[in-house]
């Protein structure tokens, strides 16, 4: 008990600058203590300013005290000295390489606990402690340690910078406000932070429903990786039962069978672990900028709150990756075909060979094709238009499916995938296996397409059918032209204002048929897709009479 009052007493007699005993010890007006070498570089390193002061009380004298040995002080820690005790302060309560460090301690610099946004110096225990003790400094604000105080600093006043210019989105101090910001609108650098406080639980909610999305979207690859090695495990385990038992030229087709559905199984799960690991980069790094906004929300000097708020809050456009669903149908389909082979032997086994070697080809083709439109409303699908493909002169609107010519362009952000010199925009999914859609258009000429997504975006050959990569039927007053390549055909027809397309991918059929209280078929087209396709829609006609076409929402 004695030894720790020894301590208690022997830090009276340490030097509040060095934190060791005082050391030639003198005592300057205000009548704090220090060692005259701690003192007189504390002084040195103020030979800038006009007076002098004194680092704990802060009262300053005009010119720099005459400094004299305050010899009882010395003796008495002379007698300290001689008792042995002199504990040094634990290695972890000095600064490190990664930590802010006091900027009042001479030599080896302790930890600092605070940073005043008043003195913009970072203090230790110690040497903080006049702030909680004098009245003087009840005003200042504390914050948590910081390197980044000179931040706050005017480079050109050399003032605290407390004020936030809304014109400039900067923060300045209040000599700038009268200066060159005098007819800006300007407010405290508090006010503002608290506005922009409010945004950041906004945008949380933003990221945190993205969040969401991408997780269902990562569970429904998962699901659908895990269907496809099911149903292809069952495929090959089901054709390799059937061709044990035929001949040897039924043999030779079942290694070719089987080697084409690892292929179709290799593909399709390396496009869905793709897939999978750009929404788990897209996830790591919405998760990594909402534990920084929640960071940056309780941080509390305001000017590194707004240098940093406009980086994390900037929410970019999502542009991720689209989640296409595998045509399952394929696995099943080649059991059945393998399982018909076998009883027309050879002469049926060829023919389904030729089938199953084709790409993307739905093996069972003799599925009738829907004639009715109750029988196409079997395969009926909702279209979402992509704001990145429109055109800028487009308005995209009930929920991203109607898309209206407008006088002035749309405040689009830039994107490589939107059609600069034709009134188009493609859907968000990519289309395989059979679909059906309605598109009901107004009295003006429109477009209705299906396209690869590597259709051009600029030029004349960006138009739907004039290239090989778009299929269109163009739809006027009185009659229809089908193109394709750049190559027309007119088609007569019953005028309509809501136009049916049937799409039969795997079997390349692509149905165009006017709506009303009949079902006509205008034109039909027998051909080979190579690639999945995308909806198009394109709009002509006058901004000024509105001219529009929107997908119709089937039930």
């Not at 495990?233 to 030229?249: G, I, P, Y």
Request: glycine content about 4%; overall charge neutral.
């Amino acid at each position: 008990m004695a030894q720790q009052q020894n301590l208690m007493d022997q830090k009276k007699l340490c030097c509040s600058i060095c934190l060791d005993l005082l050391n030639i010890p003198v005592t300057i007006p205000c009548g704090h203590s220090y060692c005259m070498s701690c003192i007189q570089s504390h002084w040195d390193e103020e030979d800038q300013k006009e007076s002098s002061s004194c680092p704990q009380c802060r009262q300053t004298f005009g010119s720099r005290p005459v400094l004299v040995k305050n010899t009882m002080l010395a003796d008495l820690v002379e007698e300290v000295k001689k008792t042995g005790l002199q504990p040094a302060p634990p290695d972890h309560c000095y600064a490190g390489p990664e930590d802010v460090g006091c900027d009042v301690c001479t030599g080896r610099k302790r930890k600092a606990v605070k940073s005043c946004l008043q003195c913009l110096v970072s203090y230790c225990e110690q040497h903080l402690q006049p702030h909680y003790d004098s009245p003087a400094f009840q005003k200042h604000k504390l914050v948590d340690p910081s390197n980044k105080l000179h931040e706050n600093i005017c480079t050109r006043h050399n003032e605290v910078m407390k004020i936030f210019c809304r014109t400039d989105q900067k923060c300045i101090c209040i000599l700038c406000s009268m200066d060159e910001h005098n007819d800006h609108d300007t407010v405290l650098a508090f006010t503002e932070r608290t506005e922009r406080q409010k945004e950041v639980g906004v945008s949380r909610q933003k990221i945190q429903q993205r969040i969401q999305n991408r997780e269902k979207d990562v569970k429904l690859l998962q699901e659908e990786v895990e269907a496809v090695n099911r149903l292809a495990d069952k495929a090959v385990k089901n054709s390799e039962k059937v061709f044990t038992q035929l001949v040897r030229l039924i043999k030779n087709r079942s290694s070719d069978v089987k080697q084409q559905i690892r292929s179709r199984q290799k593909t399709e799960v390396s496009r869905a672990r793709v897939v999978q690991e750009k929404l788990q980069q897209e996830l790591a790094e919405l998760r990594r900028k909402d534990t920084e906004l929640q960071k940056l929300s309780h941080t509390e000097d305001h000017t590194e709150f707004l240098h940093n708020y406009p980086s994390l809050a900037c929410l970019s456009s999502p542009d991720s990756p689209t989640i296409n669903i595998c045509p399952l149908q394929y696995f099943e389909d080649v059991s059945a075909v393998v399982s018909e082979a076998s009883a027309k032997l050879q002469h049926v086994l060829s023919e389904a060979w030729t089938k199953i070697s084709m790409p993307d080809v739905d093996i069972l083709q003799s599925h009738a094709e829907p004639k009715t439109r109750a029988e196409l409303l079997q395969y009926s699908c909702q279209v979402t238009l992509d704001p990145n493909t429109a055109n800028t002169q487009l308005l995209l609107t009930e929920e991203d499916r109607k898309a209206t010519v407008m006088g002035k362009k749309q405040s689009y952000c830039n994107h490589q995938d939107r059609f600069t010199d034709m009134f188009q925009v493609l859907s968000r999914v990519s289309l395989s296996g059979r679909h059906y859609w309605e598109v009901e258009r107004s009295t003006y000429e429109a477009s209705i397409a299906v396209a690869y997504k590597e259709i051009s975006r600029t030029g004349i050959e960006s138009g739907f059918g004039n290239d090989d990569k778009s299929w269109a039927l163009e739809c006027f007053n009185n009659n229809y032209q089908f193109r394709h390549n750049s190559i027309s055909t007119l088609i007569p027809g019953p005028r309509s204002s809501k136009i049916g397309v049937y799409l039969d991918h795997s079997a390349g059929i692509l149905s165009f048929y006017s709506v009303s209280d009949t079902m006509t078929l205008l034109h039909r087209v027998q051909t080979t897709f190579t690639q999945p396709l995308y909806q198009g829609l394109g709009v002509f006609g006058s901004s000024g009479n509105r001219s529009a076409a929107e997908f119709s929402k089937l039930e």
